[in-house]
RNA sequence: GCCCCCAUCGUCUAGCGGCCCAGGACAUCACCCUUUCAAGGUGGAGAUCGCGGGUUCGAAUCCCGCUGGGGGUACCA
């Protein structure tokens, strides 16, 4: 089995564009076969600089490796169309002498004109066959004059074409509702009809897998193969991923690039389970999938024919799901970045000095990991940890159902008792202070409030006694005497 | 307009004729756990399986029509 997926690189690609790379590369891994991706960039117009490297970049960040294309070559390469322009311009020539395709003369303002006129009087806009009629000496004469030409294919007028779907069934189209489809531009760019068909037989092909906005076009495809008399592969028109809006995912209704995910702190492997999910299905009761897992039970007949929308919430508990599945020297590893980039960029303030301390810094992470739903949360939730200065409401320090003297009081207490305290571990801490809780007659939550929002500056964190243990002994009874300050001046 | 695809809780989906007055997950609500927030646990609400006809002893599952949604209709892919 091969498979391949040939992205074009006129921008960037979303989530939509990687669920179909998904498929293709599960495919092709269940099975054992070659995955491979090719570069259509005969568009030349509509290139973009850079897309390319940002297409591989994602590949690279997801995972999905491929056995030929760039980088790496292979056997049946070049894998970028543009570097393929005589083998396109020898097959169309050998359309053109079959019979199945014609050089079309017409300008853009005649076509333009034909299609304006089939559209008032009600008729579907197509090409109108003109250049078709044109007899073989004069067509001869004007291309040895050198005027401009496309080419354009034959279809047939008659009959019609079936396209054999694997997800459903065969599709018939009437031929003659077919348009005489350009396969090589004027500027001796192949479309995609022409480069794609020739490519996907040239680098043997089985399995074509792309969106379902590909089958209209399909049957051209499969009528390309015949008069080229080569065998077609297995279509499979997967679903569209929607928008939130129901319509397809695209660039300008909210999709966002791939890698922008990677830029907010979503896992990779988040990320794929999530896309897999998305018109594919394991069973009724598994969503929670490894890369392994997903190799090992994707197939074909699973994948649904409904568009999926795209829905971020769910996307969100995944991550935390992995997230949550990291050990902590793991997590940090992927955290630390995030934490140490700019403050303008979502990272600490810049007043903390960075390179981060590597081994504080995993203790903090891992108290905040089942908190965490993207790597870029850290920032804003572990900053005291990292900062001197704490700012906060020093009413807050008083808890519910308490007053001023009795916090004060709680705390000096506290206070004092810490100070005491030789081993500065949550296991030693905890208990005295659930003892001094009980002696004072409160509610543990009355005290560990108080002492909550001392130590951390805010009312949400994590448990308490682990927090002051990472914080440390000094830190931690400088805060809390600040807090008695505080309140005491309040 | 014409051609094509699709249709189960808000969302992703299970279901491929009887096990379904429809199961799971996300989201949501309540409760439990609990030093806060999470995480976790338990429970609830949520789909007359888009609608109407058939076929069948029996249909979410098969067939037809309708409606709705989506896609295509470029010298873009």
Request: aromatic letters at 8%; hydrophobic letters at 40%; charged letters at 25%.
């Amino acid at each position: 089995m091969r498979v391949r997926f040939a992205p074009s690189p006129t921008g960037f690609q979303h989530i939509g564009g990687y669920r179909t790379a998904l498929f293709d590369w599960l495919l092709a891994r269940h099975a054992r076969g070659t995955f491979l991706l090719r570069i259509e960039d005969t568009d030349i117009a509509r290139t973009v600089p850079g897309a390319v490297e940002a297409i591989i970049e994602g590949f690279q960040w997801l995972g999905l490796d491929w056995d030929e294309g760039p980088l790496i070559g292979g056997p049946f390469g070049p894998y970028f169309q543009t570097q393929r322009r005589d083998i396109y311009r020898a097959m169309s020539n050998q359309l053109i002498t079959g019979g199945h395709a014609y050089q079309c003369f017409c300008t853009a303002d005649r076509l333009k004109q034909v299609r304006d006129e089939q559209q008032a009087r009600g008729e579907p806009p197509r090409y109108d066959r003109l250049c078709r009629r044109i007899n073989s000496e004069e067509r001869a004469r004007r291309v040895a004059d050198g005027e401009p030409y496309v080419v354009r294919f034959a279809v047939p007028t008659e009959g019609a074409t079936l396209v054999d779907d694997a997800l459903r069934g065969a599709i018939r189209f009437e031929n003659a509702n077919l348009d005489d489809a350009v396969l090589l531009k004027s500027n001796a760019y192949p479309t995609y009809h022409l480069a794609n068909v020739v490519d996907d037989h040239l680098m043997r092909i089985t399995h074509v897998i792309r969106a379902e906005e590909w089958i209209p076009s399909a049957p051209l495809h499969v009528l390309t193969y015949a008069a080229l008399d080569w065998a077609p592969p297995v279509f499979v028109h997967v679903p569209d991923v929607l928008g939130p809006d129901g319509r397809k995912l695209s660039k300008r209704h909210g999709a966002v690039p791939l890698l922008e995910y990677r830029d907010r702190g979503y896992l990779p492997e988040a990320v794929l389970n999530y896309m897999a999910l998305l018109g594919w299905s394991f069973d009724d009761k598994a969503d929670v999938l490894s890369r392994d897992q997903l190799i090992a039970s994707f197939s074909l007949e699973r994948v649904g024919t409904a568009g999926a929308r795209y829905d971020p919430g769910r996307l969100l508990w995944f991550n935390g799901v992995y997230i949550r599945q990291l050990s902590p020297a793991d997590l940090a590893d992927r955290t630390l970045p995030f934490l140490e980039r700019p403050q303008d960029q979502g990272g600490l303030p810049d007043s903390v000095s960075r390179p981060l301390d590597r081994a504080y810094a995993e203790r903090v992470v891992g108290l905040e990991r089942e908190r965490m739903k993207t790597l870029a949360d850290a920032a804003e939730m572990t900053e005291f940890f990292f900062t001197e200065a704490l700012e906060y409401d020093p009413a807050l320090l008083i808890a519910k159902g308490m007053d001023r003297e009795r916090t004060l009081d709680g705390l000096r207490r506290a206070d004092k008792l810490l100070r005491a305290s030789r081993r500065w571990v949550a296991g030693n801490i905890e208990p005295k202070l659930r003892e001094l809780v009980a002696e004072l007659g409160l509610k543990p939550v009355q005290l560990f409030t108080s002492l909550r929002v001392a130590v951390t500056g805010r009312t949400v964190s994590p448990p308490l006694f682990d927090t002051m243990e990472v914080l440390g002994r000094q830190r931690s009874l400088n805060r809390l005497a600040r807090a008695l300050v505080l309140l005491a001046e309040k």
